[in-house]
């Protein structure tokens, strides 16, 4: 059995160090390192400052209200730097700890079960597909399993499962994809509408898309601020509610077909009310569960958000 807590907390301690060696950078090189950007979702350049985290500031959009990171890690330093980065490399490695390979099965399972009517021979992408669970199931379910990852361990585990692995979206695909997901990664795009028109492009006509991502409006985020583990500052620069992901997905072309939020967060906040010396009753907490974790009446507090858009016919 994989200690995951261990490798979680290596991978929390690298991440810092990495953060403290790129402000170094900066301070002896300015502007080598940071960028000034317009908001991802308007283009609007007017901000107010929301949060700072990890020494970055994080701002909303005067215009339309939209989270992100500004002034944020250039594109092209953030793309070298993740390609031996050693915070990715122990991701990897938490992601195949045992128990979270459990947890994140059940995740992916979810958008299986709601998709449904899938045939055997489609083609399935997974672009940060980490160690290779989702294209396991998608394998399982009939697929032919394509991967985009960028860390080393993690695609030396893909190829030993014999996922096809590409090397980006950039890459020339004579046939497109039937499905193409995304689980905790438009967040960290520099450019997200940008990105959904690659994936568009990569698409078939009806194609499915599938993701996830941290729902800055979540029961975590309202409580606790910028001590929620979803607001980081460094790797992730925007920060989605689900009226901001839906609204960004019809503009690019795509049609909705579900979406909620999941994931309760409940040990970050009993963590959280604990350091603030703030005593809350389980029966609390349980409200706060229930309210928050993907149930049927969901009211959007849950820590992720799920969602499925189809590929409108053009």
Same mark, same amino acid.
């Given at each position: ?6 490798y ?12 403290? *060696? ?16 317009p ?24 215009d ?18 993740l390609?031996?980065?050693?915070? +990715? ?8 700890? %045992? ?8 995740q ?18 997974d672009?940060?597909? +980490?160690t ?7 394998r399982e ?11 080393d361990t ?14 980006? *979206? ?29 994936v568009?492009s990569k *698409? ?10 941290p ?34 997905? +019809?503009?690019i072309?795509? %049609? ?7 994931? +309760?967060?409940? %040990? ?20 706060i ?8 009446? %969901?009211?959007? *507090? ?13």
């Open positions: 059995m994989t200690n995951n807590l261990n979680k907390k290596q991978y929390f301690e690298a991440q810092q160090k990495e953060i403290e *060696l790129l402000f170094s950078a900066e301070q002896a090189n300015p502007g080598s390192i940071f960028e000034l950007v908001c991802p979702l308007c283009g609007c350049s007017d901000s107010s400052p929301k949060y700072i985290k990890n020494k970055f500031s994080i701002v909303r959009c005067l339309c209200s939209f989270i992100y990171t500004n002034p944020r890690v250039a594109e092209n330093v953030y793309r070298s730097r390609t031996q980065s050693e915070s +990715s490399e122990l991701w990897a490695l938490h992601q195949e700890s %045992d128990g979270v390979k459990a947890f994140n099965k059940l992916y399972e979810f958008f299986f079960e709601g998709v449904g009517g899938y045939t055997a021979g489609q083609r399935y992408l672009i940060g597909a +980490s290779g669970v989702c294209l396991d199931i998608a379910k009939g697929f032919q399993t394509f991967a985009i990852e960028w860390s993690a695609r030396k585990m893909l190829q030993s499962r014999n996922h096809s692995i590409i090397s980006g *979206l950039e890459s020339s695909v004579e046939v497109p994809f039937d499905w193409i997901s995304f689980y905790e990664v438009l967040e960290h795009q520099h450019d997200p509408k940008k990105f959904l028109r690659q568009k *698409l078939n006509s009806g194609g499915i898309v599938s993701l996830s991502v729902n800055i409006n979540s029961m975590a985020c309202l409580i606790m601020g910028s001590s929620a583990n979803s607001i980081d500052g460094f790797q992730h620069l925007s920060y989605f509610s689900k009226t901001s992901l839906v609204s960004m997905f +019809s503009e072309g795509f %049609d909705l077909i579900y979406v909620d939020t999941s994931i +309760s967060a409940i %040990d970050q906040l009993e963590a959280f009310f604990f350091e603030q010396g703030t005593e809350v009753s389980k029966s609390c907490l349980n409200w569960a229930r309210g928050s974790d993907g149930n049927p009446k %969901d009211v959007g *507090l849950g820590y992720r958000i799920r969602a499925i858009f189809k590929n409108k016919n053009e």
